[in-house]
């Protein structure tokens, strides 16, 4: 089991940037493929980005442009540095962790709160 440790949510304003951190613990770092997740009230969790051991990355197209993720494999730490932010972009942002490699995510942090104000 991986565990995953979420920082770097809070308050920001519209046009500002926000940048999270996922600290994994429990497995090599670079075995995992790793992504980011969000929640919003009232809607389903949607994927954000992922990256590989390798850090090839993949960023859905509804964040593409603003948002980006990045790994340090020496600190065994994931980013997403978010810009451009929209209030829409409010939610509790989730890292997850895949064992396995084919995107079926086994472990998943607490969660952070990203709020976006006007």
């Known amino acids: 089991q991986v565990r995953l440790v979420e920082s770097g949510g809070g308050l920001a304003q519209a046009g500002g940037s926000l940048r999270l951190s996922c600290a994994a613990s429990g497995r090599t770092f670079t075995s995992l493929l790793m992504a980011w997740f969000r929640q919003a009230p009232g809607k389903e969790r949607e994927f954000l980005a992922r990256?590989?051991?390798?850090?090839?990355?993949r960023t859905a197209d509804s964040v593409k442009g603003r948002f980006t993720i990045s790994r340090d494999n020496v600190k065994n730490t994931m980013y997403l540095q978010m810009s451009s932010l929209k209030p829409e972009d409010t939610a509790v942002y989730y890292c997850?962790?895949?064992?396995?490699?084919?995107?079926?995510?086994?472990?998943w942090g607490q969660g952070t709160q990203v709020t976006v104000s006007t």
């Open positions: 997850a962790a895949d064992s396995n490699g084919d995107d079926s995510y086994d472990s």
């Open positions: 990256i590989t051991g390798n850090k090839f990355t």
